[in-house]
């Protein structure tokens, strides 16, 4: 091409063209021609030949634009673009002239590797073309010192560029770094998050919360040592709940990818020896704590919840209760409506208070209403999992009765069992408590019913936020059982 074609009357509108076509960089093939027309047609005044060619590369574009990597660039600082080069001066076999290599990774990808060719010309300035490849990766190149070997070559220097978007800001090193650590944490912070299933943390902590105020005679023993003693309940009860959850997930992963997928251990966004870290440190510092507090009604609910929770999902001959309807729903109801009830109650008459055992009509009122709510969670639960269970062979009440039946079989409980409270609360001869009990039982009732009303039981979402909602029943009901007296 140096000798054919014309010579451009005015090349201004092709440099201009050739410049703008830099910025195609992540298409495959076409940088390797282009770079060398551009090259090339720098050295010496272009002709319409490489006009031509250039055309070709632009009707490439129009037919592949949304080939290739898309990365988009936010305002403020972004990546910190890191370039590797290597040199081997007139190393070229045919010319003597000098070749190098470059790879330019964006994060942990490698959006560009090309080997090029110094190309002198007589205004002594050198431009590099490509003469022989570019690639983009999608492997895992987090090491790029794993990269080696370009043209039989191992990269030696490192270049770092500021990437900057709309020549506004630029990124440092440390700024990149101190970003991407925290976006790592934040992921892996929000994913122990949905790890440790927080509505079950949130019903454990009102639930003992709630529990702990019923031994309370007089706002007197509101004092320092009781906050100490409901800390030392809330702390090793919290880890213990992790353990639980955790080792349903660790158990039910292939379950989890059918019946929930966004669970950490399921979505991949923890992996198995990660959950097992976390489940089996829940579980070693609930223990120790259970210990050194010297509390027996505390350490006993933790030992059965320990059991019961293991016994629910550990897959080992007579074990695996989740399979089991019954057995399942027992386990829920013995932790959620006997243990949590009887033991912390105990546990702050007894231990922190200082006195003698005496059980109290609130105490007896919140163990038989959780009786009724621990059964309805264990058995509304399943009804969004129904697929998943079918597919693994988990025999819940919802895969056997039905969807509808159960629904309405946990509606028309929960009414049951607010009608029970109103009764009760009725009973009382103090006027407030009496006014609290009846009138709160009512509201709550009566949004349970409207909510279901509202259900469609053919959409999963639909019956999940219903569930979500039966929770936030079970939460509300702890604000009540105080005042059962």
Known sequence: MKQDGTLLSD???????????????????????????????????????????VKLILHYLEGSIDYGILVLFKPGPITYLSAYADADWIGDLFDSNSTSGCVIPL????????????????????????????????????????????RSHVITKKYQLGATYKHEYASKPEDDYSTSFLNVLSKQLEAFYLFSRPHTVIGTVIGIVSV????????????????????????????????????????????????????????????????????TASLLMSFAMGIIFKSPPLFASLL??????????????????????????????????????????LHTQNYVLGRPVMITKSLVFAAAFMCFFSAVIALFKDIPDVDGDKEFGIQSFSVRLGQERVFWLCVNMLTLAYGAAVVIGASSSFLPSKLVTILGHLALASSLLVQAQ????????SVTSFYMFIWKLFYAEYFLIPFVR
């Not at 309370?216 to 004092?223: F, G, M, N, S």
């Not at 800390?231 to 959850?245: E, G, Q, W």
Request: glycine share 4%; hydrophobic share 45%.
């Open 107 to 150: 994060q942990v990808v490698s959006v560009k590797q090309l080997r090029s060719k110094s190309i002198i010309c007589q205004q002594k300035k050198c431009f590099r073309c490509s003469s022989t490849r570019f690639s983009s990766l999608t492997d895992d190149s987090k090491n790029h010192e794993s990269i080696t070997t370009i």
């Open 212 to 279: 702990s105020l019923l031994p309370v005679e007089t706002v007197a023993d509101l004092t320092p040592t009781f906050f100490m003693g409901l800390l030392k309940a809330l702390v090793p009860s919290i880890l213990m709940n992790i353990y639980i959850v955790g080792l349903n997930q660790l158990f039910d992963v292939e379950i989890d990818k059918v019946n929930k997928p966004d669970l950490p251990v399921a979505s991949g966004a923890f992996s198995m020896s990660t959950g097992i870290t976390i489940v």
């Open 304 to 345: 059965v919840g320990f059991l019961l929770g293991s016994a629910y999902s550990i897959d080992l001959p007579f074990l695996r209760w989740k399979r089991n309807a019954v057995l399942a729903a027992t386990c829920i109801l013995i932790v959620r409506a006997v243990v949590v009830q009887l033991a912390y109650f």
């Open 454 to 461: 509202s259900v469609d039981l053919a959409s999963k979402a």
């Open 11 to 53: 090349p201004s509108s092709y440099h201009s063209l050739v410049g703008a076509l830099q910025y195609t960089s992540p298409l495959p093939n076409l940088i390797l021609h282009f770079l060398l027309i551009g090259s090339i047609s720098l050295c010496m005044p272009p002709n319409d030949i490489h006009f031509a060619i």
